[in-house]
């Protein structure tokens, strides 16, 4: 995939509204450039939940930089990697919080930050980045920030005077920001048509973890799911489609669906009532993901646009089965096309279209040569262009850029 063009931000004067020069020397807050890495601060309000393993994942294949998470809450059943302090493990600033998130963010997080000390403050999704947008301003800190889909792609313009104060808000962190980034092309434009500047955005999609080698082939039947169970994902339109299948090709053919969800107990019914036998298997652990993955024949995953606008911006887990070597059959949404080469690597056809959707697992459950020469595309061209070590090189680079050195 092509990820456009990577232009070094511009330098930005200090503005009038009272915020802090960028520091043209790439030193830490108040003092002279530490000793070992440079620091960068990976910011979240909430860390982190089950399904940001993107985040983690990120944080862990940045080798030259030294990544300090930090943010506001802990999530309790999250994932295990989380801010030495959070602003939620002290009362006084708990208070302070509620009271004014700025006075808080002073109160705690400068001093945070002054210790360890942070060159470069790094947020994800856009929410985010307008929560940390005044402590990077106040401290004269280059922001980058990383748009996923949700936070672009919510028609927050069109939710009433909240989404409207974000959308200002979000103008703001443009303004200030040196890098925008896109896990795609697809939320590069959503970043324009909000008014983001186009010199300022960088396509790089995160990638994910790979195990060179050689991929133990075995043998595979069913079709597999992967996701949270609600509208967004599409399982309704999986358990349609595969409903419109030759029943004699589903003998023997698991269907499992793994995730967890509000939708969960209408999408058993639904099952039930076309008569297939899915297994819901719940919340899983990446390894047993990554096992049931390498068996399966096909990877159905049919996002589409929900309600309120959320589209897919990128979609990891078609890199993660294409990496298991498993065919991809999906909806032409979003940033979709840009992690499965249709044709190639998988199968999309248009976006609703339940009898394409069907025609596309019919092919693919017929054919095995077909689906085993589509699997092994998708793992060499994960290998080839979606790394994560080999993406998070260039993400250093930006931070590299953004303190000039």
Request: net charge neutral; with cysteine; glycine share 10%.
């Amino acid at each position: 995939m092509t990820s456009g063009a990577d232009p070094a931000p511009s330098p930005e004067p200090p503005g009038g509204d009272g915020q802090a020069p960028r520091r043209a020397f790439p030193g830490s807050v108040g003092g002279p450039p530490p000793l070992g890495p440079p620091r960068v601060a990976v910011w979240r309000d909430e860390w982190l939940a089950t399904s940001e393993t993107f985040i983690a994942n990120q944080i862990g294949a940045t080798h030259r930089w030294k990544p300090v998470p930090a943010g506001l809450r802990v999530i309790p059943d999250g994932l295990p990697l989380r801010p030495a302090r959070v602003l939620g493990d002290r009362i006084s600033a708990r208070i302070a919080h509620q009271i004014d998130a700025e006075l808080a963010l002073r109160l705690f997080y400068d001093s945070v930050l002054r210790r360890e000390p942070v060159q470069v403050v790094h947020a994800h999704f856009g929410p985010d980045a307008v929560t940390v947008l005044p402590l990077a301003r106040r401290l004269g800190l280059p922001l980058v920030v990383t748009f996923h889909g949700f936070d672009v792609t919510s028609a927050p313009a069109e939710t009433g005077g909240a989404g409207r104060r974000y959308v200002d808000r979000l103008r703001e962190v443009f303004d200030y920001a040196d890098t925008l980034i896109a896990v795609s092309r697809f939320i590069a434009g959503r970043l324009r048509d909000l008014g983001a500047p186009s010199h300022k955005i960088v396509v790089a999609p995160i990638g994910i973890p790979v195990q060179p080698g050689t991929h133990d082939d075995q043998a595979r039947c069913g079709v597999s799911f992967v996701g949270r169970l609600v509208p967004k994902k599409g399982v309704s339109d999986l358990i349609d489609g595969l409903a419109g299948v030759p029943r004699e090709l589903l003998d023997g053919q698991p269907i499992r669906v793994i995730g967890y969800g509000p939708d969960e107990t209408a999408l058993r019914d639904r099952a039930r009532r076309a008569g297939l036998p899915v297994e819901f298997l719940g919340k899983r652990d990446p390894a047993f993901i990554a096992d049931t993955l390498a068996r399966s024949r096909i990877f159905c995953g049919p996002s589409r646009t929900a309600a309120n606008g959320d589209s897919e911006g990128f979609g990891m887990v078609y890199l993660e089965a294409a990496l298991q070597a498993v065919p991809v059959v999906a909806y032409r949404h979003g940033g979709v096309p840009e992690a499965v080469a249709d044709g190639e690597t998988g199968l999309l056809v248009p976006e609703g279209d339940v009898a394409a959707l069907t025609a596309c697992l019919t092919r693919l459950l017929v054919d095995a040569d077909a689906a085993a020469a589509m699997g092994a595309a998708g793992r060499r061209r994960v290998l080839e262009e979606f790394d994560i070590e080999r993406r998070t090189l260039r993400l250093e680079e930006i931070y590299d850029r953004a303190v000039g050195r």
